[in-house]
């Protein structure tokens, strides 16, 4: 009798042990838990790089979903989206903190995607971002775009081919392309910073205003920002020239040229090109994961303007657009419906999208 209790007693507890194992699993991404209500489990953010303003962004998102829901966010910092394209598609990567222009490209397989990545859906809109698309240091004695014929500027980025068509359109704004300097390939924006506190190169993309990494090596170093089109902000006061739009609109559609208040890099006024900020999501994500990561994120929005800059306009007010490219989550449109933030306009976008 005594050691049949032995072996029950075993097996009881080599049971408990095995629940406990299965229970602590941290789940992959996509992965639901009975126990929150059959929530995924866990989801992966991608963002760009390390110091760029995406990855704060991304950093507060992801605080919120950990601390305001039963999901683990996780961020995973990439080159760029191209990079991380991959394994959004294969459902390793759910959510991202991407361009508008990044997720449109992606979204129908267009510019640098092989292939539409078709599970791409917008979750919410947030900041335009001035971009500071060429830089140079103080002391180089350059003030303007034009100046950089025969100079030696940071092109390729890894193969962002965002960043890449940013300094395209930079230069066509002028009159001038990538053969009227000499192009650097860089690797990213770190190497980019290193490459120009090192003086190896001339110019390069510092991402926005407020890239944290960038207004480090401003204090560091001190850098000029070259305004968009050699213009300044009376230049555009009555509105951009169609000559600069008409180039925005071939490497950049959806953006445009606004004055960016001096902020972190830009010591003045200065025209730049600006575009939407967003966060796609993944269709396979189901509809009450998204409606419950949108309603935690609406409820602590205020969190984000204490992170990043970006995040004071990262607001419900922004959160549906316009002449939206790609269509919304179902999870995102139902809580929107309830928030009162849906239109009948964005449903026939959405509609007409969707068919």
Not at 15 to 33: K, Q, Y
Not at 83 to 105: H, K, R
Request: a negative charge.
């Amino acid at each position: 009798m005594l050691k049949l209790k032995k072996m029950l007693a075993t097996a009881a507890a080599l049971a408990i042990a095995l629940s406990l194992l299965s229970g602590c699993g941290s789940g992959a991404p996509g992965s639901s838990d009975s126990a929150s209500g059959g929530l995924v489990r866990s989801v992966n953010i991608a963002t760009q790089a390390v110091g760029t303003s995406y990855y704060t962004m991304g950093t507060g998102i992801a605080k919120i979903i950990t601390d305001k829901t039963p999901i683990q966010a996780t961020i995973l910092p990439y080159a760029g989206p191209d990079a991380w394209m991959p394994e959004f598609n294969d459902g390793t990567i759910t959510l991202e903190v991407i361009s508008s222009m990044d997720m449109y490209w992606a979204y129908t397989g267009t510019v640098n995607y092989t292939s539409p990545s078709e599970d791409t859906r917008l979750l919410l809109s947030g900041n335009w971002s001035n971009h500071c698309t060429m830089t140079v240091l103080e002391s180089s004695g350059i003030t303007s775009i034009k100046d950089l014929v025969g100079k030696r500027v940071g092109y390729e980025y890894g193969g962002n081919k965002l960043t890449v068509n940013l300094i395209d359109a930079a230069l066509a704004s002028v009159g001038l392309t990538i053969d009227d300097c000499v192009a650097v390939p860089l690797a990213d924006l770190s190497s980019a910073q290193r490459a120009l506190q090192e003086r190896r190169v001339d110019c390069i993309f510092t991402g926005s205003s407020t890239t944290p990494s960038s207004v480090q090596l401003d204090e560091s170093i001190g850098i000029r920002v070259l305004p968009l089109g050699d213009l300044t902000p009376e230049d555009i006061a009555a509105g951009v020239p169609e000559s600069v739009q008409s180039v925005l609109d071939r490497y950049v559609p959806g953006a445009t040229a606004l004055v960016c208040p001096a902020s972190g890099t830009v010591k003045e006024d200065t025209v730049l090109t600006s575009y939407p900020i967003q966060m796609g999501v993944s269709a396979k994500l189901s509809e009450n994961d998204v409606y419950t990561i949108m309603k935690a994120i609406y409820e602590n929005y205020e969190q984000l303007a204490d992170v990043h800059a970006w995040g004071a306009d990262w607001t419900p007010e922004n959160y549906v657009v316009e002449n939206f490219q790609v269509p919304y989550h179902d999870g995102a449109v139902k809580f929107y419906k309830e928030a009162g933030l849906w239109t009948d306009a964005a449903e026939a976008t959405q509609d007409a999208l969707l068919k």
